[in-house]
């Protein structure tokens, strides 16, 4: 495994403090099952921010804020997600060495859209390697429990994922942690959100994801 993947694994995973007491069992809860399995929108979501501390620090889930990093440090997150942030590791509409994917509308012999922007299908691998490291960060034998800014970054991350192959069930589209988008009130805003870490926009980081070592796909 090249030192370059171990590093950047490393680097994009900002890990959430998680409170030394829980008051509850995490486990009591069973996770509410998904109406279309494959949906990805947070509005078809049964775990949101309403409902979302009652479904934290389990065992069998992976949480995960798609947020660009400064986001997360300047806005606060939620307790016990990674930041593993979308447009700048992951993927982008623009084909760039620092995602592992692109994605785009793909269209038929007469220009029609067959499949839509961000849709599962839409993605193209940058390196040889993009699945292999993809796999290494999302857990394909646990649930995962996305945010995002407002839950775009978290439904094209579904998307990507379904697409190689990972179980749609398993992936839930908590919303927004930071910006509200119509009925939908962000987790930050939320008056009873108990885990919330607040930010410090004290400070900005500046970093740049480097895949410098992958080989490129022809």
Request: glycine content about 6%; proline content about 5%; overall charge negative.
């Given at each position: 495994?090249?030192?370059?993947?171990?590093?950047?694994l490393i680097?994009?995973?900002?890990?959430?403090c998680?409170?030394?007491?829980?008051?509850?069992?995490?486990?009591?809860n069973?996770?509410?099952?998904?109406?279309?399995?494959?949906?990805?929108?947070?509005?078809?979501?049964?775990?949101?921010?309403s409902?979302?501390?009652?479904?934290?620090?389990?065992e069998?889930?992976?949480?995960?804020?798609?947020?660009?990093?400064?986001?997360?440090?300047?806005?606060?997150?939620?307790?016990?997600?990674?930041?593993?942030?979308?447009?700048?590791?992951?993927?982008?509409?623009?084909?760039?060495?620092?995602?592992?994917?692109?994605?785009?509308?793909?269209?038929?012999?007469?220009?029609?859209v067959?499949?839509?922007?961000?849709?599962?299908?839409?993605?193209?691998?940058?390196?040889?390697?993009?699945?292999f490291?993809?796999?290494?960060?999302?857990?394909?034998?646990?649930?995962?429990?996305?945010?995002?800014?407002?839950?775009?970054?978290?439904?094209?991350?579904?998307?990507?994922?379904?697409?190689?192959?990972?179980?749609?069930?398993?992936?839930?589209?908590a919303?927004?942690?930071?910006?509200?988008?119509?009925s939908?009130?962000?987790?930050?805003?939320?008056?009873?959100?108990?885990?919330?870490?607040e930010?410090?926009?004290?400070?900005?980081?500046?970093?740049?994801?480097?895949?410098?070592?992958?080989?490129?796909?022809?």
């Amino acid at each position: 495994m090249p030192k370059i993947l171990l590093m950047s694994l490393i680097s994009f995973l900002l890990i959430g403090c998680t409170p030394s007491i829980i008051d509850d069992d995490p486990m009591k809860n069973p996770l509410p099952e998904k109406t279309s399995e494959n949906s990805t929108l947070m509005s078809e979501s049964p775990i949101n921010v309403s409902n979302l501390d009652d479904y934290l620090f389990r065992e069998d889930t992976y949480y995960v804020d798609t947020r660009e990093i400064n986001q997360w440090l300047e806005e606060g997150h939620v307790a016990g997600f990674v930041n593993i942030p979308f447009y700048q590791a992951i993927a982008n509409i623009k084909k760039s060495t620092d995602v592992l994917y692109s994605f785009d509308r793909i269209r038929d012999a007469s220009g029609s859209v067959t499949v839509s922007l961000g849709e599962p299908g839409s993605f193209t691998e940058n390196y040889n390697e993009s699945l292999f490291i993809l796999n290494a960060i999302f857990p394909k034998n646990k649930n995962i429990i996305f945010l995002s800014t407002a839950g775009v970054e978290a439904s094209y991350l579904i998307a990507l994922l379904i697409q190689v192959g990972y179980d749609g069930s398993k992936l839930y589209n908590a919303g927004p942690f930071s910006n509200s988008v119509g009925s939908n009130i962000a987790y930050r805003d939320y008056k009873d959100a108990k885990y919330l870490v607040e930010g410090n926009n004290a400070y900005t980081l500046d970093y740049k994801i480097n895949y410098g070592e992958l080989t490129p796909k022809k």
